[in-house]
């Protein structure tokens, strides 16, 4: 992935070369003036020697009325000279202004969806109920720990249209399917979504292989699918497959927090676990890299199957015989759990083991960190760019959160909203932030629904405090800022380590 920036370099250098320009052509008026001025005297002298005959005072009103015009006309070009040079300093600095402007992110042009090569549904209206489609892992494997994610979704539809009557009176519909985190079911699920259940789009699917198994026909098909539940880097290709939106973190992002902390309290050896499959391989690419930019040697490298429910015994076995400073654990779902209690188990037969350790941001639930009863989730660190929940101070202190809670609660939902089911209801927020935007525009289609989600800037009640969802047409990645944290025993939860870090626009878009 390349970073894509603004360069206002070329539009600096012009305003300086145009203001350059218009201080040579002021100096060439000028010296223009003054010859002109040099030949009207030249002619007032011959004037005088011509009329030696002549009247004398006649001769020297004359020669006073030349002398006066003369200075009259040098007086009118000087002063055209002044007029020209304001003008060209006034050019300048509009220009400068203008790559202000430019670097300051204003004033560019958003982001807009080309819809030539559509059929007529992506420009169609949306009428009646505006259904919105999704593929969840509510059963089989490790992943089935997300099931909750689906209840905060409905949770989220069932509060707007309560509270809101759906938007502008067009009540929201959304339509779940199981897919058990396994990409041919995904593909399955949304098959059977747009063709039968006619959703007007998806949202909301976990998993990096599951939406990677979807998102050409979806974009060949010109239908919006946002909030892609995974921090992959493919869904920042704006240009190439403009019709998927993320919703987490970007993997990258996270690597780079990781790395610089590492490397800041001295790691310079790191190891490596992670799941088998495009979401594990996603954070180890972008690790790897992080690691090399921060001087940090990977010295060993453990991988597991996505369906495996059993204890990385031997992974974790080979990670404390490498004795690297630093690990960075990429388990799924369950396996969070299983991974930390591994730790815990390996820490107490060799005491001497002190690695730090990072687990992945899809693992930063009290669920998974509270079920751990070894002390293997003692000091692990982790990172989210979501409020903390389950913190008691933060539910009863912070109006976002206050407000979230009651919210939840309004639904009847039977689903624990400091949980799983929190990511899930932020991933329809944010999808039906868009909805509701595309439909105050105007016309509610499914162009002008990725048009509004790729043209946001929102902060949802959830998001800690300084951070906000933000995409452009530079700007492919919706999150992309976080803050770290580390499990304490003692405390029962997680407790912040600094300030959230907002690396905004950082990626840019794939490819740019």
Known sequence: MVRSKKVAVLAATGALVLAACGSDDAADLVDDAVDEVEDVVDEAEDAVDEAVDGD???????????????????????EDDAMEEDDAMEEDDAMEEDDAMEEDGEGHSGFAVDVSECDDGATALIEDSIRIGTSIPLSGGPAVLFAPFADGQQAYIDYYNAEFGGVNGQELELIVKDDQYTADLTVANVEELVFDEEVDLLAGIIGSPNNLAIQEDLNEQCIPQLTASTGAPNWGDVDNLPWTTGLLVPYAIE?????????????????LFYVNNEFGQAYAEAFEAAAEENGIEIVVSETIEASDSGAPSGQVTNLVDADPDTVLAVPLGAQCIAFMTEIGNVKAANPDFDASIYQTATCANPIFFGAVTNGGADGVFTSSNLKDISNEEVATTDEGVIAYLEAFASTGSDADPSGIAAAGW???????????????????????????????????????????????????????????????????????????????????????
């Not at 700007?475 to 959230?500: C, H, K, M, N």
């Open 426 to 512: 932020e991933s329809m927020e944010v999808a039906v932030k868009a909805i509701q935007e595309a439909a105050d525009a105007g016309d509610l289609t499914r162009e002008t629904i990725i048009n509004a989600a790729r043209n946001v800037t929102y902060t949802s009640p959830l998001l800690l405090d300084g951070l906000v969802y933000d995409m452009g047409a530079t700007d492919g990645y919706l999150a992309e800022g976080t803050q770290l944290r580390i499990w304490s025993d003692a405390d029962g939860g997680f407790v912040p380590q600094g300030d959230p870090i907002d690396f905004n626009g950082l990626l840019g878009v794939v490819g740019g």
């Open 255 to 271: 690597s780079q927090l990781w790395a610089e902390q590492a490397a800041a309290d001295g790691a310079e050896t790191a190891g």
């Open 56 to 78: 004398d005072d006649a001769m020297e009103d004359e020669d006073a009325m030349e002398e006066e015009d003369a200075m009259e006309e040098d007086d009118a070009m000087e």
